[in-house]
């Protein structure tokens, strides 16, 4: 399949004459069943028409993604979370009224009789994920396109999440109709999903909006036992949080720190990208700002600044980009720092030990 790419590079972009272009093309593939990847202030996402069976089975073929991982429904206005669900609760209310258009997903029941969101696109089960993005782009065009648009992060699955048009291409180019390439993300991670059926709404997925966040809104919210790495047999309620996800190709071992002092760990990291390096390999460092320089001049080994440890965002912003880019540097070992921030770590710690498959040496 030949990809249209397409760029909107800044916001005045998708107010041109081009930009209108871009969008009412794009909105007409989604209306008769094709695939457009475009920006959300998360990540990217892959987006079909969420009503439309034969179009969300064709997102699972181009991602190489399970079937039973169930699709987020993108709206653009409140009244299709009604149409879904049947009815606004005052949990939806209250969360809406907080957070969208935003980084939230709300797990809701479908509405009584028939189904609005077919099985294709909830792999199956009897709940939707739904949510309101901010990005403009994405505004536009599900309202232009007419339709609820369900859209997982435009990622072959399995690799990091696409945080610039530049990931979209690498994993899509040639299996998507269309890619609108609006450069970087805000955000860089995917969405907190929140699941509103229980009696006490729970985490699912950790994001950008923090369980204090939500617990100001809601009262009490619990966090799925399953994503808190505490031992337990029930699997996540998320069906994607179950797979082995973000992992750049090399291995990669976060090194945590167990002790007051900050130095062991520095020396650690050290050791072991030096050892590889010798025996012939590429090795990298993924650490905060701050440290950058505890790492100056080492043989063979590449150093990835992810961020400032003090400004969490920017870690959440460039962390699938760095675990990319070893990819494309064709690094074959990595060792990173964790980044357990006081307010994002959890969700960066989230997806950073599902890349290194919850490798990690205590020290
Ligand atoms: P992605 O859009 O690729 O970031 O993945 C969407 C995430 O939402 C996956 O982890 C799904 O398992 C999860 N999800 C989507 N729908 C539901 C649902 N009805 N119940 C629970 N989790 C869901
Ligand atoms: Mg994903």
Redesign the pocket.
């Known amino acids: 399949m030949k990809t249209k790419i397409a760029r909107l590079l800044g916001e005045e972009a998708l107010h041109s004459e081009e930009g209108a272009k871009v969008l009412d093309e794009a909105a007409e593939i989604i209306r008769r069943g094709g695939l457009v990847a475009f920006p959300t202030e998360t990540?990217y996402?892959l987006g079909a028409d969420a009503v439309n069976k034969k179009a969300a089975k064709k997102i699972y073929e181009a991602k190489g993604r399970p079937s039973d991982?169930?699709?987020?429904v993108h709206i653009a206005y409140i009244s299709q979370l009604a149409e879904i669900a049947g009815k606004i609760s005052p949990a939806m209310k209250a969360l809406s009224d907080a957070f969208w258009p935003g980084p939230l997903?709300m797990?809701v029941n479908q509405r009584e009789g028939e189904p609005l969101i077919p099985r294709e696109t909830?792999?199956g089960?009897s709940?939707?994920?739904v949510r309101f993005p901010s990005n403009p782009i994405a505004n536009a065009l599900i309202r232009e396109s007419g339709r609820m648009i369900a859209?997982?992060?435009a990622n072959t699955s399995g690799r990091p999440?696409p945080t610039s048009g530049e990931h979209v291409i690498e994993d899509l180019d040639g299996k998507v109709d269309m890619i609108i390439d609006a450069g970087s993300v805000d955000i860089g991670l995917?969405?907190t999903?929140i699941?509103l059926t229980e009696d006490i709404p729970v985490i699912?997925?950790p994001g950008f909006i923090t369980r204090g966040e939500l617990s100001k809104v809601l009262g009490e919210v619990s966090v799925d036992p399953a994503i808190e790495g505490v031992e337990s047999s029930a699997p996540p309620?998320?069906?994607?949080?179950r797979y082995r996800h973000y992992a750049p190709k090399a291995r990669l071992t976060i090194v945590e720190k167990k002790s007051a002092s900050s130095e062991p760990v520095f020396e650690r990291i050290i050791k072991e990208a030096l050892s590889f390096a010798q025996s012939g390999g590429k090795s990298a460092i993924i650490c905060a700002d701050e440290n950058l320089s505890h790492y100056e001049g080492l043989d063979g080994v590449k150093v990835y600044d992810i961020g400032r440890f003090e400004h969490d965002d920017e870690i959440a912003q460039n962390l699938f980009s760095v675990l990319r880019q070893c990819d494309c540097d064709g690094v074959g070992r990595i060792f990173s720092e964790s980044f357990d921030t006081p307010r994002l770590g959890g969700a960066i710690m989230n997806r950073l030990l599902k890349a290194a498959g919850h490798d990690i040496l205590e020290i």
């Open positions: 990540v996402g991982n169930p699709l987020i997903t797990i909830t792999g089960l709940t939707v994920a859209a997982p992060s999440s995917e969405s999903i699941d699912l997925r309620k998320a069906p994607g949080m």
